[in-house]
């Protein structure tokens, strides 16, 4: 009979709860990049517009290891990166002395813009550390990976004017693009945002068939979920 009677005093006192308590923090499913976008190892014969940019939406999955602040992810998505040429047109079904080739050549018509895009189905692999592993949507997060992509497709739009009347010209082909596309990537942030860079492994276009150019690009990430 006492003791029931110290038991609801106890309860009556507000003594704290001893009971776990349960988390289920964000595994951070959803990865959205934005970013500009640029080559590197550029040849004088190839004049890129300052403004190109970079977008990738992936899903992801998350397995932490064991109760640390790291976990490992990966997923898929896609990812499409453009660039636009300044006063040159790039030809993508040029036939020279070589063979096929694409080409840089000086823009004589007088394009209002010309844009090169090239598309991948990408797959991120990260190792990932957050400083709260309670909440992933707060706190400092910091990873490191590589994304490996297969490439879904290539070409060349481009707009200018014959006579007063918009032309548009598009040119799709991936005869001269590397199939596979390997980035390095890391990224560092807080919450559910964080800046991101990524260097590429391999050349835009395959050995031979143009310039041995490699894309790069810097930019915000949004997680969540």
């Known amino acids: 009979m006492s003791s029931g009677i110290l038991q609801a005093q106890d309860a009556d006192k507000g003594l704290p709860n001893t009971a776990p308590i349960i988390s289920k923090p964000s595994r951070d499913f959803v990865m959205?990049?934005?970013?500009?976008?640029?080559w590197l190892n550029?040849?004088?014969?190839?004049?890129l517009k300052s403004f190109g940019y970079t977008f990738g939406g992936f899903l992801c999955y998350d397995f932490p290891i064991n109760t640390?602040?790291?976990?490992?992810?990966?997923g898929l998505g896609v990812k499409v990166n453009v660039v636009y040429l300044d006063q040159q047109l790039l030809l993508l079904s040029d036939t020279s002395a070589k063979g096929y080739?694409?080409?840089f050549v000086p823009d004589t018509v007088g394009y209002k813009r010309d844009k090169f895009v090239t598309t991948y189905?990408?797959?991120?692999?990260?190792?990932?550390?957050f400083s709260n592993n309670k909440n992933r949507n707060k706190g400092f997060k910091a990873a490191a990976g590589l994304q490996i992509?297969?490439?879904l497709g290539a070409g060349e739009k481009g707009v200018h004017s014959v006579g007063g009347t918009v032309v548009k010209n598009k040119i799709d082909t991936k005869r001269?693009?590397?199939?596979?596309?390997?980035?390095?990537?890391?990224?560092?942030?807080?919450?559910?945002?964080?800046?991101?860079?990524?260097?590429?492994?391999?050349?835009?276009?395959?050995s031979n068939y143009g310039p041995a150019v490699t894309p790069f690009s810097v930019g915000i990430t949004l997680t969540g979920l």
């Open 68 to 74: 640390s602040h790291f976990s490992f992810a990966t």
């Open 32 to 38: 959205l990049q934005f970013g500009y976008n640029s």
């Open 121 to 129: 189905l990408s797959a991120p692999f990260e190792l990932r550390y």
């Open 101 to 103: 080739q694409a080409r």
């Open 176 to 206: 001269f693009i590397t199939s596979w596309d390997f980035a390095a990537t890391a990224r560092i942030g807080y919450g559910n945002m964080a800046l991101y860079g990524s260097y590429n492994l391999t050349p835009v276009f395959k």
């Open 42 to 47: 550029k040849p004088d014969s190839v004049h």
């Open 149 to 151: 992509g297969t490439l």
